[in-house]
């Protein structure tokens, strides 16, 4: 019989889902992305890189995303906020983008594709090992590649110390991206934030302390945005997930809900526009996890005004 738990951490005992190939498949656009960025041509070569990689950061940790190949899908380029983001890289000097939980790293070496310069741009998630297995994904190293990257808890103080979001520019510039061994100097500084599939991944109070640790970083000129995609739901509340042999509930906001913690509950009420639409996720391979029912995503952005 399955027990229920919150949460994502794999006990001992517990079974995580395997992995299944069936599950792989690149469009169009996606395979131009690999082939480009690996420079593998042959579909069947680039198929086996993939799948290796898979099972070696699977055995990191079981994340579902990891499973069902989300890191194959260009989630960043089909958000309604992305043209305007890669707008502020034209528009503002030394712009930075930073790309939180970023696993592989796709999305932001997507934005970097797309025109984002790359020593203006970070990355940062809780295991290293995803960003090594990101440099294996797509054949660089730091040197061949040198986009910036921390590992770091964003719930750890000495990470990202805690503050209310900057009203005025910081009195310093920005650090050298280089440098840095934890977020907090570039509180006050970051143009754009990216955090997709990330947020719901935490219990309801969890989730407003990790938008508030965003909100602080975020640069509060006029456009700064933070940006993304996570599971959704028509009235907020939580939903049953299965992983394997656990059964995990999980806390979603709804788009009004979303607009409220935005717009009032972690920036002062008036001072961003927060946009959010719900989208039913039609996909065949989330349909056991959410007992055939109907999953949702919310695409959203908070942008300074």
């Avoid at 499973?67 to 194959?72: I, W």
């Avoid at 528009?91 to 939180?100: F, H, N, P, S, T």
């Avoid at 970023?102 to 020593?119: E, S, T």
């Avoid at 061949?144 to 805690?162: E, M, Q, R, T």
């Amino acid at each position: 019989m399955a027990t229920e738990k919150v949460g994502f951490e794999f006990a001992p005992h517990e079974v995580v889902p395997s992995l299944d190939p069936k599950l792989y498949s690149l469009d169009e656009q996606e395979a131009a992305f690999f082939k480009s960025a690996t420079g593998i041509q042959d579909d069947e070569e680039l198929k086996k890189h993939i799948l290796d990689v898979q099972a070696k950061a699977y055995v990191i940790f079981g994340y579902p995303c990891i499973r069902r190949f989300s890191f194959l899908r260009l989630n960043i380029c089909k958000l309604p906020a992305y043209t305007q983001v890669l707008k502020l890289a034209k528009e503002r000097k030394e712009a930075v983008l930073l790309d939180i939980g970023c696993c592989f790293g796709n999305d932001l070496r997507k934005a970097v594709a797309d025109g984002w310069p790359i020593q203006n741009a970070i990355a940062s998630d809780l295991r290293q090992g995803y960003w090594d297995a990101g440099h294996e994904l797509f054949k660089t190293t730091p040197g061949s590649y040198p986009l910036k990257f921390i590992p770091g808890d964003a719930f750890d103080p000495a990470f990202v110390a805690p503050r209310d979001p900057c009203y005025e520019l910081p009195p310093t510039p920005a650090p050298e991206l280089q440098s840095l061994t934890s977020l907090s100097p570039l509180q006050g500084h970051v143009a754009a934030i990216h955090a997709s599939a990330f947020v719901h991944l935490f219990s309801e109070e969890q989730q407003t302390q990790v938008c508030k640790t965003l909100a602080s970083l975020l640069s509060p000129e006029p456009g700064s945005t933070i940006f993304g995609a996570h599971g959704g739901v028509p009235q907020k509340g939580f939903r049953t997930v299965n992983l394997g042999d656990v059964t995990r509930r999980m806390f979603f906001h709804d788009p009004n809900s979303w607009n409220e913690l935005g717009d009032g509950g972690i920036f002062k009420k008036g001072s961003v526009k927060v946009e959010a639409q719900l989208m039913e996720h039609k996909r065949e391979d989330l349909s056991e996890e959410f007992n055939g029912e109907k999953f949702y995503l919310i695409a959203w952005s908070v942008t300074r005004l």
